[in-house]
């Protein structure tokens, strides 16, 4: 009886996350594929609700929206490597190299942006990669050429690296946190240089961690629009400001389903191979 009585304490417990998820996740996102089957007409702007593949058809035929997806794909991933890059050095000193009082400084140092609007980030960045901004300002004070990196493609990457640098800091960190020293000061007592015992001890053992960090720097950019609407330029739209303009301009919003849906495979896909290195393994 008692055992019952646990097993119903828990379906209590379970009942209402998993509701909320049922109804309000994954039902919204079976509503976002049923519409994308739809169509609005063109002269009424009525949704019609029959089903049709002209929004699929139309995304496989225009060079446009696939040129768009190749940008967004691209530089999610351009973002992800130049994280894991930067990550790396910071994450193996607060890691491995400091005391626990310099951890937490460092740590609190990295969360600090993240207490600020994101919008506030943004706009900080204009101002530093702007014609009149702070980096030509310090290369005219030293003589050196101006870049011209406002409202283009480099910004997005630039800013985009600099925003969801944290999220890959920290499972970083975490992943750095679990190698044994033992294993380290092992492979220098059988003859093992700095670098091979990176390149076989440590490494290996971190790539969970960089795997789950990827999967919040990919995706969160692959989502984006509110950055690509601030500091991209004509030719730097992403897959969200379309899927914006459809549902807030044009009121298309079967088409903009359609193309949200590239969003959802990729994202899957992406979760899939990084699970194969070990990206969940922690939760």
């Known amino acids: 009886m008692s055992g019952s009585r646990k097993l119903l304490g828990h379906a ?27 169509q609005v007409d063109s002269m009424s702007g009525e949704m019609i609700h ?17 040129i768009i997806a190749e940008r967004t794909i691209g530089i999610a991933a351009l973002v992800t490597v130049t994280d894991i890059i930067l990550a790396w050095p910071l994450a193996y000193v607060i890691a491995r190299k400091v005391g626990p009082r310099m951890k937490l400084v460092l740590l609190v140092l990295v969360a600090l942006p993240l207490w600020s609007s ?18 030509n300002w310090f290369l ?8 011209s990196f406002a409202f283009t493609n480099v910004a997005l990457w630039i800013v985009f690296t600099y925003l969801w640098l944290p999220f890959m800091l920290m499972p970083l960190v975490s992943a750095l946190e679990r190698i044994p020293a033992s294993l380290p000061d092992a492979a220098g007592d059988m003859g093992a240089t700095p670098f091979q015992t990176f390149r076989t001890v440590i490494f290996p053992l971190a790539i969970p961690g960089m795997a789950a960090g990827s999967v919040f720097t990919f995706a969160v950019t692959l989502g984006e629009y509110v950055t690509p609407m601030l500091v991209g330029g004509a030719g730097s739209e992403f897959i969200g400001n379309v899927v914006y303009s459809n549902v807030g301009v044009s009121g298309n919003i079967p088409f903009a389903a359609a193309y949200s849906m590239i969003l959802l495979v990729v994202v899957g896909a992406y979760m899939l191979f990084a699970r194969r290195f070990g990206a969940f393994d922690g939760a």
């Open 118 to 135: 994101m919008l506030a980030r943004i706009y900080s960045w204009r101002l530093i990669l702007g014609h009149d901004g702070v980096l």
């Open 50 to 66: 029959e089903w049709t593949l002209d929004n699929f058809r139309i995304l496989a035929t225009d060079a446009t929206y696939r």
């Open 12 to 38: 209590a417990l379970l009942l209402p996350p998993f509701g909320w998820l049922t109804v309000f996740y994954l039902g919204s996102l079976s509503a976002l594929l049923l519409s994308a089957f739809w």
């Open 140 to 147: 005219r004070t030293v003589g050196l050429p101006e870049q």
